[in-house]
């Protein structure tokens, strides 16, 4: 089973930065995709931001230009570098990697609470 361990949430003033990092028990290879995604109260889960194994990015509107996705190969890792953090980008935020036989794998979500 495929484990996810997510780290970086907590809470930071409104235009404060945040970095998100996901790691996986297994290589990164066997993973078409990874990515963030976050739900705030009351809301449906939405897009934050994937990359795929070929290095093409997608960004959520509501975050373009302010987050950037990477990734660490070496590492098995996805990163998620938050800046001109805003309070409605308080969220659970939830890695995710997939596979492209559509078998998806989600970590267990961390807080990001962004509050003066």
């Known amino acids: 089973q495929v484990q996810l361990v997510e780290s970086g949430g907590g809470l930071v003033q409104p235009g404060g930065s945040l970095r998100l990092s996901c790691a996986a028990s297994e290589n990164m290879w066997s993973f078409y995709v990874a990515g963030w995604y976050r739900q705030a109260p009351g809301k449906q889960r939405e897009l934050v931001a994937v990359i795929t194994r070929s290095g093409i990015i997608n960004y959520g509107d509501s975050v373009k230009g302010r987050f950037t996705i990477s990734r660490d190969n070496d590492k098995n890792t996805v990163n998620l570098q938050m800046n001109s953090l805003k309070p409605e980008d308080t969220a659970v935020y939830y890695c995710?990697?997939?596979?492209?036989?559509?078998?998806?794998?989600w970590g267990q979500g961390t807080q990001v609470t962004v509050s003066s």
């Open positions: 995710k990697f997939g596979r492209r036989s559509g078998t998806d794998y």
